[in-house]
Structures are given as structure tokens and as C-alpha cells.
């Protein structure tokens, strides 16, 4: 009996298996699925499906000596390939700027992972650290629901959560072979650690199989399968699909002006978003821009729009997109990781897309939502060491950015004038970089929209032959 259990553990988890058809195609290859959510229970849609059951998981709150080996162990990582740009800034920007016990404590990890950083020291701080927890109350709980529930397979849909790793120690224990789904197309080459070791993974493309096999040589290659990523299916699916007339009118939009968007990150690598914003809107308002245009802000889903009071208040004009996104709990150590989309949202989001005629973002992974609709990019950077500003232009360093930037798929703007140049510039050529986006999204999403959820059930159901 083919028995898959499914992990959940934040909205964008949510968001990309549960929103999209994933459970309906896993419901066609296994004959009983159980969703163990980091998720309130209450969030779920009625499945009314006998094969289908959800658990909602007890928080796991990390104790002190787990997170010392957590630490070790994620640091390390970082130290071990801080060759590559995005390591080396997560390096520096975790780096502790002040003296307290707990401060000191982590230069010490600093110091000592500068020359223990091999592989075996990694899986060294890993098997500390889940030995640490293995008798909590909760790992416990996790072994006992296993062992009554006995899922064939386990798939993790996030490779990251630290507060997850209990769950992963409670798998291995019972002996049930796990998978995990890599979450994003940053997380390989800038971020730190997996919670644990998996015994499959699926990735968005070969770029990704090859980072995943590079930074975790442990890896085999034939337990890496390539499917795509549930995150754009929305964008193939009918039920998201609305007129561009629909559009226009919930948002109150001229359909004969351009529409520029600017799509905001969170405030923790966003704080050049207003300054951006205001640019855009002030050479709308001086008829910089050559044609009419107006200015579409969707703003981060991991926030509320609080911080852009100011700027709302001075340019009334422009047209907001607050994701509509639902915070399902309160008090998580990862409150952000709590919120669940609408599917208003998902429609709003795919309508944006298909109907903008120009995205604007900080490097952001939008710019890859854009250009599946063909869409031109615009990446904003205004900040470095000597303006100032909040530095995002160290972003054009990191590796899995640098790619987008080398493969000329979008154009760059490093202050307010070459802004308001590059927006004439695309504007008057929207088709200019069309290959060279195509070219990108070939390389960053390796299989088709359409079918991905099919593809991800099937592979997983493969697991099992």
C-alpha cells in the first residue's frame, strides 16, 4: 500500500502543493496521503476524501544546546563555500555586532569553522544536533505518530525549516525513506544548511541538480530528479484565470496607460522600496515617461503595507496590490511562515502578470514570474557602501543572480535617472530581450507549467518501484 505523507510547513508550501494540483494528482498515485502541517489545521480547504487525512504538528521551539550545533553546523556550511558571493554576505551579515554572552559565543563559531569546515565536521554538528533533541517530548511525539501512521514515503515540500528537523529525526528513525522538494532558486548557492539529510530530492532544473550535487557532495546523483517548480502552475491553471477587463476594473486602472509595476520585497532587503517607488512616480507625474503611463505596487506578502503610509499619502495616484494573504497564527518563532494565500491573491497575482507592461523589482524571483508571461524586467539597486542607501547592489553578486544578469534577460538600474531611461528604453521596445528571457526561464525552470503537479506525484510514486 503506497502511503504518502506530505510536510507542510509554511504558506508558500501551502501556496504551491495545496493550491495548485498536486493533491489531486498524488490522490491518483497513492492510496492514502496524510498532510502533517506546520500550518493550523483550520487553514485547509474540505478534501472530503476518505484518502486524505491532516495533522496539524505540535510547534517544535528549539532548546539552547540544539541551536549551538544548528549553528555549528549551518556556519560551517557557509565557511566551507564562502567562495561564492551569497555564502560570504550571509556570513557577514550574521556576524554578531555585539558583545553579549551569546554574541561571543557565535564569534567563537565564527572563529573555529574559519579552518574545521570539511564535510564529516558538518555531519559531525548535524548528528550532535538531532542527538540533542532526540529525547524532547515532541520528537517523541513526532516517532509515535509515525510509527502508528507508517507512511510509505515522506516528502518534505521545504528543505530548510530548522524547527522541521525533529520531524526528519523521527522519519529516519522509523525507518521511512524521505524526500525533500528544493524551495527556491536562491537556496542552494547563498543560504545555509539543509535541516538534515533526505534520501531524494527534487529540484527546478539541472542548474539546480548540479549546485545541489556541488554543495552536498554526500548526494547521488540518480536520487536527484528534475520536475520544475508548483510556485508558476497557478499561471497554466483555468481557476486562476480572469479577463483583463475584470482587472482593470477591481483595480480601478486606465486601460489606456501603460501599466508599470513595481512589485516590493520585505523590509528586511527592502528598504530602498519607497525610494523606488517615489522615483516612478514622480517622473509619471513630470511626463518623464513617454508614454501615459500609471504605477501598479504589489507589496511584499510576507508584511502588511504599513511602512508605505507615507508615500501613499503623497502620491494618492498610484494603484496598490496588498497580498491578500491571511496570518493563521500568532506567536510562531516564523510569524511570516504563518501566512496562507487567498486564492483572490493568486488571481490578482496571475492578472498582474499577464496584463503589466513592465515589472520593476529589487532581483527578485518575480522577475522570473514576469517573464513567463514575456514580460520585461527592470532590476532596481539603488544602494551601496558609499550613498548611504541599504546596499542591495551586492545582490548582483550572488550566484544564482549573477546567471540572470549574464544572460541579459533584464536591464539594471543603479539610481533614478537610468530608472527613468531604461523604463523609456523598454517601453518603446518591449521585445528586445525575448529570447534572452525565454532563454532564462529554460535554464531556471527546467520542465513545462503545465503537468508539473503530475510530474511531481508520479516522481514520487516512482520512489516506491
Not at 97 to 117: D, E, G
Not at 230 to 237: I, K, M
Not at 347 to 371: I, Y
Request: proline residues 5%.
Amino acid at each position: 500500500m503506497k502511503k504518502l505523507g506530505i510536510v507542510i510547513t509554511d504558506g508558500v508550501g501551502f501556496r504551491n502543493f495545496i493550491m495548485s494540483d498536486f493533491i489531486a494528482e498524488a490522490k491518483d498515485q497513492f492510496d492514502e496521503i496524510i498532510i502533517y502541517s506546520g500550518l493550523p489545521e483550520s487553514c485547509y480547504p474540505k478534501f472530503n476524501n476518505p484518502k486524505l487525512e491532516i495533522k496539524e504538528l505540535t510547534v517544535f521551539k528549539e532548546g539552547k544546546t540544539t541551536w549551538v550545533f544548528r549553528k555549528w553546523k549551518e556556519i560551517a556550511h557557509l565557511q566551507k563555500y564562502k567562495s561564492f558571493y551569497g555564502m560570504k554576505d550571509n556570513l557577514l551579515v550574521g556576524y554578531p555586532k555585539t558583545n553579549s554572552l551569546r554574541s561571543l559565543f557565535v564569534k567563537s563559531i565564527y572563529f573555529f569553522t574559519q579552518f574545521i569546515n570539511s564535510n564529516s565536521s558538518i555531519l559531525l554538528a548535524e548528528k550532535l544536533q538531532f542527538l540533542s533533541f532526540s529525547k524532547n517530548k515532541i520528537t517523541k511525539e513526532y516517532v509515535e505518530i509515525l510509527k502508528k501512521d507508517q507512511p510509505s514515503h515522506l516528502f518534505f515540500t521545504h528543505q530548510r525549516p530548522p524547527y522541521l528537523a525533529p520531524f526528519l529525526y523521527a522519519a529516519i528513525q522509523s525507518k521511512i525513506p524521505t524526500s525533500t522538494f528544493i524551495f527556491s532558486w536562491d537556496n542552494l548557492a547563498s543560504k545555509g544548511r539543509m535541516l538534515g539529510r533526505f534520501d531524494h530530492f527534487l529540484v527546478w532544473s539541472k542548474l539546480m541538480k548540479e549546485e545541489l550535487l556541488y554543495f552536498y557532495p554526500n548526494v547521488k546523483s540518480e536520487n536527484v530528479k528534475v520536475v520544475g517548480t508548483p510556485q508558476f502552475e497557478p499561471y497554466v491553471l483555468d481557476k486562476y484565470k480572469t479577463t483583463k477587463e475584470n482587472f482593470i476594473a477591481k483595480f480601478g486602472l486606465n486601460c489606456d496607460k501603460k501599466i508599470i509595476c513595481y512589485s516590493c520585497a520585505d523590509v528586511s532587503i527592502g528598504p530602498n522600496d519607497p525610494i523606488v517607488i517615489k522615483a516612478i512616480a514622480e517622473a509619471i507625474r513630470n511626463n518623464e515617461i513617454e508614454f501615459p503611463s500609471q504605477l501598479l505596487v504589489r507589496t511584499s506578502p510576507a508584511e502588511d503595507d504599513r511602512r508605505f503610509k507615507a508615500i501613499r499619502d503623497e502620491f494618492p495616484e498610484i494603484i496598490w496590490n496588498v497580498p491578500k494573504w491571511i496570518l493563521t497564527r500568532e506567536n510562531h518563532q516564523e510569524s511570516w511562515s504563518q501566512r496562507i494565500p487567498s486564492q483572490e491573491d493568486i488571481v490578482d497575482l496571475r492578472s498582474l502578470l499577464e496584463n503589466s507592461d513592465l515589472s520593476v523589482n529589487m532581483c527578485s524571483t518575480m522577475s522570473l514570474d514576469f517573464m513567463l508571461f514575456d514580460k520585461p524586467v527592470i532590476n532596481t539597486v539603488f544602494g551601496n557602501p558609499q550613498n548611504g542607501l541599504y546596499d542591495d547592489q551586492r545582490f548582483l553578486n550572488y550566484n544564482h543572480y549573477k546567471k540572470v544578469i549574464d544572460g541579459n534577460a533584464v536591464l539594471i538600474a543603479k539610481d533614478k535617472k537610468q530608472l527613468i531611461e531604461q523604463i523609456n528604453q523598454t517601453l518603446n521596445n518591449p521585445s528586445e530581450r525575448k529570447k534572452d528571457r525565454e532563454a532564462m526561464i529554460d535554464l531556471q525552470i527546467g520542465q513545462n507549467l503545465e503537468g508539473t503537479s503530475a510530474r511531481i506525484a508520479s516522481t514520487l510514486a516512482a520512489f516506491h518501484d
